[in-house]
């Protein structure tokens, strides 16, 4: 792949990405990074500093009405290229609450952030990773032609939902997988593929300390599968690892 955006990238599983994508012998041309603010971004700054391909774009992706800026501002930088792939990484997980205790506000600012945000983002990138896809025609469906990739949860999965609770953080990414499959089926005729992923259970701010696997795992594990996903994937829902998951 020539290029990608990934959104929250300032710490946990997006900065991991990052790490894992400047690790490969080929790493992308151009990594487009966002975090919400840039002076408490050190890390991502310093990598920035010395890996060229990184840039670094700081938006609340809450805020819609900016997207147009962050999609010229690619353009600016891949002009025909267009953009390879669009991983919608940022997300927020709010304390889990049980049916008595849960709040309307605190379903809809999920929503929001969690399946709102990676739609209408990949509507802004569209005009992007159909620009990628026309010039890559000749490349199989994948992330070297064009593709979207959403961090979903396996906490998601319907069927795998035997503990109940965490009302807003599993309806909005089923509702996510939801949107991955429509995506899937809309931009087929340009072959772009639309993946939902599950990077395992990650010790990050979100995960917390009894997680099994540390950042670098997942995230190495998770560059090696997207490389390899394709038309057989396409509009599915799969582990860090490659497994395919039930929704
Ligand atoms: P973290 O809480 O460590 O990081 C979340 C990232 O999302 C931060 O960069 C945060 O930015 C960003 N973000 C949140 N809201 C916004 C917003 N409105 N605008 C811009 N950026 C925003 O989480 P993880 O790295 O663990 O999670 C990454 C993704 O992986 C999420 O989608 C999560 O649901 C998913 N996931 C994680 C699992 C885990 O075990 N860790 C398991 C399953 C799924 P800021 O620093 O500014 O808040």
Known sequence: MNSILITGCNRGLGLGLVKAL????????????????????KELEDLAKNHSNIHILEI???????????VADIEGVTKDQGLNVLFNNAGI??????????????????LQTNTVVPIMLAKACLPLLKKAAKANESQPMGVGRAAIINM?????????????????????????????????????PQ?????????????????????PLDVPTSTGQIVQ??????????????????TPLAW
């Open 22 to 41: 400047l690790n490969l012998p080929q790493p992308p041309q151009h990594l487009f990074t966002t975090c919400r603010n840039r002076e408490q971004a």
């Open 60 to 70: 609340d992706l809450r805020n819609f009405d900016a997207y147009d800026k962050l």
């Open 93 to 110: 997980a709010p304390k889990s609450a049980r049916i008595t205790a849960v709040r309307s506000q605190e379903l809809l600012d999920t």
């Open 152 to 188: 979903s949860s396996i906490l998601g999965s319907i069927q795998g939902n035997t503990d109940g609770g965490m009302y807003a953080y599993r309806t909005s990414k089923s509702a996510l997988n939801a949107a991955t499959k429509s995506l899937s089926v809309d931009l087929y």
């Open 191 to 211: 072959r772009i593929m639309c993946v939902s992923l599950h990077p395992g259970w990650v010790k990050t701010d979100m995960g917390g300390s009894s997680a």
């Open 225 to 242: 599968t997207i490389s390899k996903l394709g038309e057989k994937q396409n509009g599915g829902f799969v582990n860090y690892d490659g």
